[in-house]
Each structure stands twice: as structure tokens, then as C-alpha cells.
């Protein structure tokens, strides 16, 4: 069958792809920390530089986009240096510190916790309650969250604190990282944006850890790991996720990347031999439910 033919099946195959591409990417991440001992400092750095560069390249490709334009505009300027640093390069370290703390399911899960913050924070803004749908999703997601890193006995952790503060610093980091660069991506375009916030915030971490100071084990399976990473968990998805928004709704594409979570699981389960109770799968049913509730309710206000 040919996808092009029908443009909502091929958009939701291109959602598909980037989400099973960032899940697995988060899976292949753990495996590089656990078991040939990379730091995570360092391949935050090695992947927002080369992915940075990489992206600044393709998009300058198109005939009638310069990527240095931006720089002409004193204020846009400044708030892509700002979102490089405090957005880009934040919501990458704490999603990679979660991983090297716990593994990739749980880091992957809590941070989905973002669209919740989302709705808090932008009922705060407008001074209107959430409605009863949305109050009723950030219930579940707490259940689900309680569930995740407690596996339903209060008394103790079943992730360590660590974990638990990275993994909610990233769920925050990913909120503002949605939020705040609304109007330099209506400006000027995903590819601009972050492949500028990419680099910029590669640079900028070079400064806390450059990325010729390695540590880790390589083999040739570390190498196809870090390649995977960069190209397929980043660059790829990316591009696949940005060009579905094309052929289906937006809420569509955040209903359908619920498979990110879902395939970091199942992964971390399969290959990496990573327990996970039947606590912990009731939390993530929780949280990726209040997704699709969220996103479901999003789409019946738009139509």
C-alpha cells in the first residue's frame, strides 16, 4: 500500500516511528550507563552538538530559509539563548539523569507527567479551574506517579531519591521546553529553533563538561548504541515527528506518542532485564491514560 496515497495513515505510521525512535533511544541510553559506563554528561554533550549541527544543515538546505536570520533580531535572539540553555539543554540532562538513576521505562513514564503541569500551569495563568475531565486526569496521573515510585506502599521508595528528583525535574523541564518557545517556532520554524537550542546548549554545556573528556568503554556496540542515539532517537524522530503534524491534529500525535513510554518499558524489560511489578505497570496504565484523556478532550474542544 502506498502511504502517500493516505495522508492520515502515513502521518500516524510518522508519529509511530519517532515515538518507537525516542523510546528506544532512552532504552539504548540505559544500556550505554549500566553497562559500558558512560557518563551522562558527556552524551548529553555529544548528542546536542552533532544533532544541533546536523539539523542546522538540513534545514538550511531549503532555498528560502536562513538559519542565521534569527540572529538579526535582538529579542528572538536572546529568548533562543535562553530556551537553549534553560529548555533544550535541561530537559535532555534531567531525562538522561533520570535514566542513569533508574532506567528508561521509569524515566521515560514520570516525565510524560508534563501535559499534567501543563494543564495546572495554564489554569493558573487564566484564573479558570481546570474542568472536571482535566481535574479527574491530574488525579490519575498522582495515582499513577504513587504507584510508579512507591509500587503502592507508603512507607518507602521504589525508586531511589535521586530517580525521583530527576525524573520530576524532567517532567518540569519538558513542560517549560513545550511552552516557552511557542512564538520563536511560529516565527521561525522547528529546524531553526532546535537545531539552534541543540547547539547553543551543547556549547553551553562544554563548559561544564567538554565532550573530549570521555569516560566509558568502547566497542563496537557502544558505537552503534551512540550512532542509534543521535541519528535514529534524535535526528530521525524529530523530522518524523514534526512531519506528521502535516497529514493529522496535533492532539492525534500526542495521543499516538503514548507509544514512547510503552516501548521504553517493554524494552527495558525484554533486553535489559529491567523488574518491573505489576504496581509499576498499573502506574504507567495510569499516567499514559491520562494522556489520552487529555488529548482526547483537546480534541473534542477543537472540533
Not at 492525534?252 to 517493554?266: G, H, M, Q
Request: aromatic share 14%; net charge positive; with cysteine.
Amino acid at each position: 500500500m502506498n502511504l502517500r496515497a493516505h495522508p492520515r495513515m502515513f502521518g500516524i505510521v510518522l508519529v509511530l516511528i519517532a515515538a518507537l525512535m525516542w523510546g528506544v533511544s532512552g532504552t539504548v541510553a540505559q544500556f550505554l550507563f549500566e553497562q559500558r559506563s558512560f557518563s551522562a554528561e558527556w552524551l548529553v554533550v555529544i548528542r546536542l552538538l552533532i544533532s544541533g549541527v546536523v539539523m542546522l544543515l538540513i534545514t538550511n538546505r531549503k532555498k528560502e530559509i536562513n538559519v542565521f536570520d534569527i540572529w538579526r533580531h535582538k529579542y528572538d535572539a536572546l529568548g533562543l539563548i535562553f530556551f537553549s540553555i534553560m529548555g533544550m539543554l535541561t530537559v535532555q540532562y534531567t531525562f538522561f539523569a533520570a535514566i542513569k538513576h533508574s532506567n528508561a521505562a521509569t524515566a521515560t513514564v514520570i516525565q510524560y507527567l508534563a501535559p499534567v503541569l501543563i494543564v495546572c500551569y495554564m489554569a493558573f495563568r487564566v484564573r479558570k479551574a481546570p474542568s472536571k475531565t482535566e481535574t479527574f486526569a491530574v488525579i490519575l496521573a498522582l495515582f499513577g506517579t504513587f504507584l510508579l515510585v512507591t509500587e503502592g506502599n507508603v512507607s518507602s521508595l521504589a525508586i531511589s531519591k535521586p530517580a525521583l528528583f530527576w525524573g520530576i525535574a524532567s517532567a518540569f523541564s519538558l513542560a517549560f521546553y513545550t511552552l516557552y518557545p511557542l512564538k520563536l517556532l511560529a516565527r521561525w520554524g522547528s529546524g531553526i529553533v532546535v537545531g539552534w537550542g541543540m547547539l547553543i546548549g551543547g556549547v553551553a554545556f562544554s563548559f561544564v563538561h567538554p565532550p573530549w573528556n570521555f569516560v566509558g568503554d568502547w566497542d563496537l556496540q557502544s558505537f552503534f548504541a551512540l550512532i542509534f542515539i543521535i541519528i535514529g532517537g534524535t535526528i530521525i524522530a524529530f523530522f518524523c515527528y514534526l512531519e506528521s503534524l502535516k497529514y493529522i491534529t496535533a492532539s492525534e500525535t500526542s495521543l499516538l506518542a503514548c507509544v514512547e513510554p510503552l516501548s521504553a518499558a517493554f524494552l527495558s524489560v525484554v533486553w535489559l532485564h529491567v523488574a518491573f511489578s505489576l504496581e509499576e505497570w498499573l502506574g504507567t496504565a495510569c499516567i499514559l491514560a491520562t494522556i489520552m484523556i487529555l488529548s482526547l478532550s483537546k480534541k473534542q474542544e477543537k472540533y
